[in-house]
């Protein structure tokens, strides 16, 4: 079992940068691929970001490449995503979760939610113009 803890969420205006935060507790964090969705009312959630854990490749969606960047520091247990140049779009709950550990030897990591196993409660976004 892996238990996620979000924080780093807030109020910002466009073209602000924030830094979200997912801490993970319980089985060894290293193996886990780490991934980033967000979730708007009334919208399906979505991917954002994952990162490898062996050789920290990430994989980002269209609309943030470029603007945000996913990492992790395994000694920490700690996975980021620094996010700059933020839009009103960007207003989300933005989820941290943890996918098995057979994901990171694929070739392209792992994108949708069903993929994923674990999933912290969610941390508010939102940018205003």
């Known amino acids: 079992q892996v238990q996620l803890v979000e924080s780093g969420g807030g109020l910002v205006q466009a073209g602000d940068s924030l830094r979200l935060f997912c801490a993970a507790f319980?089985?060894?964090?290293?193996?886990?691929?780490m991934g980033w969705f967000r979730q708007t009312p009334g919208k399906e959630r979505e991917f954002v970001a994952a990162?490898?854990?062996?050789?920290?490749?990430?994989y980002e969606r269209a609309s943030v490449k470029g603007r945000f960047i996913i990492s992790r520091d395994n000694a920490k247990s700690t996975v980021y995503l620094q996010m700059n140049s933020l839009k009103p779009e960007d207003t989300a709950v933005y989820y941290c979760?943890?996918?098995?550990?057979?994901?990171?030897?694929?070739?392209?990591?792992?994108?949708?939610?069903?993929?994923?196993?674990?999933w912290g409660q969610g941390t508010q976004v939102t940018v205003s113009s």
């Open positions: 990162i490898s854990g062996s050789n920290g490749r990430t």
């Open positions: 979760a943890a996918a098995n550990p057979v994901y990171d030897s694929v070739d392209r990591l792992p994108s949708g939610d069903s993929q994923y196993a674990y």
């Open positions: 319980g089985r060894t964090f290293r193996p886990y691929v």
